[in-house]
């Protein structure tokens, strides 16, 4: 347990230095690593328990110590980093999914998520089943004897639909089932889903945990038994986050804290701004009185993220008309970056649900999201506010 605040942990957690005494942690770009002796090359291979490099696929300092940091900012004894956010979730469902096994998942998920679920995970004979979040008393009536993983996002992408951990927690503690849960949109920086209740919390490091667009990753955190099995998985069949990738990402960790207040802050400054707006149907943001589970937000999150969603009148043509006009904003399909991005879910990340999916996870024609980056909020309001007069 660390003596220091979660915000200097981000800072101050760092391997080892070496004899070099650098200042900066080093970026160990290597795929292999060197023995003795004969006789210890030989147990390293003998023993998975040994803690020896070996290979990179394997384990390397530099991944070792990304994976330090998130660990100990989400509270978890261990973790296991990925190439991508979307290595992470399947490498989850893999290692802890037999066939015949039941997945119970929240509908309110990303589209690839959606699609390993709906399509993938069927072929290798595995059920899911989907329930509302903003019903979440459904969700033990649900359960089947062989339901062994319980999934959520929260908030959830793009509709930032909040769901009680604690309450969801409890049934699964009930049912002897494994809760997992997303914590992308909020990073440990907002909200730590493992004081709440959950098993494993996974990332996509790629959004606000780079900050800057510039890498893909993953990682896993939880309890160092769970973490174990999702390493020999990861270790065995091969996606592992790349050595320079994991420096990136650690070196952004020591700006997470504060880059995720400055978010927050002119997100609940957009939010509020745009609520009454004549060209929207509605503004959706966690920290707002009006989003439905607000109270929940407030309890379990420090504030309400860096996404906001609104619903444009007018449905796809207008949602064109929007993203046509931005003048400042990027139109990407990536999110948590310093630069503002807008996008529209229905037409990109999404696209591949059917009309009634779309519908059931609150994803309307008109629905955009909008990452709210770091740039001064005069100018992202003014941006937006141009554009909407466009449509």
Not at 256 to 285: F, W
Request: proline share 4%; with cysteine; glycine share 6%.
């Amino acid at each position: 347990m660390s003596k220091y605040k979660p915000e200097t942990d981000a800072i101050r957690l760092q391997m080892n230095r070496t004899n070099e005494k650098e200042h900066s942690t080093p970026l160990f770009l290597t795929s292999s690593f060197v023995y003795d002796s004969a006789e210890n090359m030989a147990a390293a291979f003998s023993d998975d328990s040994l803690d020896v490099n070996i290979y990179s696929r394997f384990s390397n300092p530099t991944v070792d110590e990304f994976i330090g940091k998130i660990a100990a900012l989400e509270g978890a004894e261990n973790g296991i980093a990925t190439g991508t956010g979307m290595a992470a979730v399947f490498s989850t469902f893999m290692t802890f999914l037999s066939k015949g096994d039941h997945i119970l998942s929240a509908s309110a998920v990303f589209g690839s998520t959606h699609t390993i679920l709906t399509k993938y995970l069927p072929k290798w004979g595995f059920e899911s089943t989907y329930f509302d979040m903003n019903q979440p008393e459904t969700i033990e009536a649900l359960i089947k004897p062989n339901t062994k993983l319980l999934y959520v996002e929260t908030p959830s992408n793009p509709g930032l639909d909040i769901i009680d951990l604690e309450y969801v927690a409890a049934i699964c503690k009930k049912h002897n089932i494994l809760f997992v849960v997303d914590n992308c949109f909020a990073t440990p920086a907002v909200q730590q889903p493992i004081k709440f209740g959950a098993d494993l919390v996974l990332h996509s490091a790629t959004k606000f945990i780079d900050g800057q667009g510039r890498v893909l990753g993953g990682v896993v955190v939880g309890n160092e038994e769970l973490i174990h099995e999702m390493y020999l998985f990861v270790r065995n069949t091969g996606p592992s986050l790349s050595p320079f990738n994991a420096w990136v990402l650690t070196k952004s960790l020591e700006t997470l804290y504060i880059r995720m207040d400055k978010h927050a802050d002119n997100a609940l400054k957009l939010a509020k701004r745009l609520e009454g707006n004549p060209k929207l149907n509605s503004v959706k943001y966690p920290f707002l009185p009006s989003h439905p589970q607000y109270a929940i937000a407030k309890k379990q999150m420090s504030n309400g993220g860096g996404i906001v969603t609104f619903e444009l009148k007018g449905g796809i043509e207008s949602g064109r008309k929007f993203l046509n006009a931005l003048e400042m904003l990027s139109m990407t399909n990536n999110l948590g970056d310093s630069r503002t991005i807008a996008s529209h879910p229905a037409s990109t990340t999404h696209s591949k649900l059917s009309v009634d999916e779309k519908k059931a996870v609150g994803i309307t024609d008109g629905l955009v999201r909008v990452s709210v980056g770091l740039e001064h909020i005069d100018d992202i309001i003014a941006d937006i506010e141009q554009a909407l007069e466009k449509c």
